[in-house]
């Protein structure tokens, strides 16, 4: 039987999160190539999320019901 990789989704929120880690890493780094990645790598995270914002529709709180 072949393993195959577990795919994670990530919510606009982790990919925000993720892009400020990568904005923390690149301000401890020389300026080079490597530091200009790392901010690259931020606004293509940060880009990803503000399109999932707009791609996924609201859902309500997880707690409350819709009432009709």
């Keep these: 039987m072949q393993s195959t990789e577990k795919v994670t989704y990530l919510s606009a929120d982790q990919l925000e999160e993720r892009a400020a880690a990568r904005i923390r890493e690149a301000e401890q780094l020389p300026a080079g190539e490597t530091r200009q990645h790392a ?7 940060r880009s990803y999320a503000a399109m999932k914002r707009l791609l996924v529709p609201n859902r309500p709180a997880s707690g409350s019901k819709a009432e009709a």
């Design 39 to 45: 901010l690259r790598n931020a606004a293509q995270l």
